[in-house]
Nanobody
């Protein structure tokens, strides 16, 4: 079955950077668009970014555009999210998603 395992979260100061990873298995990774979504404390799910199968097309929410970069390695079945210039409002649990499935998420906390 589809399995997604996120990693790379942690505590970072405002202005800092983190790189999230999502290891995918149970499906043909290279054939699917992939997504990052997040859930801040007390809020609903928010779409963050999307990447097409080959990685040549990427899409971002206005809240992260210019600061986050989504990428993928189809040889390693892994999705990434490079997050720069982090803000306190980026604090959330980050999930990768495909085919209606989410992973367990990785916590990102931006605080001084």
């Amino acid at each position: 079955q589809v399995q997604l395992v996120e990693s790379g979260g942690g505590l970072v100061q405002p202005g800092g950077s983190l790189r999230l990873s999502c290891a995918a298995s149970g499906f043909t990774f290279m054939n699917y668009w992939m997504y990052w979504v997040r859930q801040a404390p007390g809020k609903g799910l928010e779409w963050v970014s999307t990447i097409n199968t080959g990685g040549g097309s990427t899409y971002y929410s206005d809240s992260v555009k210019g600061r986050f970069t989504i990428s993928r390695d189809n040889d390693k079945n892994t999705l990434y999210l490079q997050m720069n210039s982090l803000k306190s409002e980026d604090t959330a649990v980050y999930y990768c998603a495909v085919l209606g499935v989410w992973g367990q998420g990785t916590q990102v906390t931006v605080s001084s």
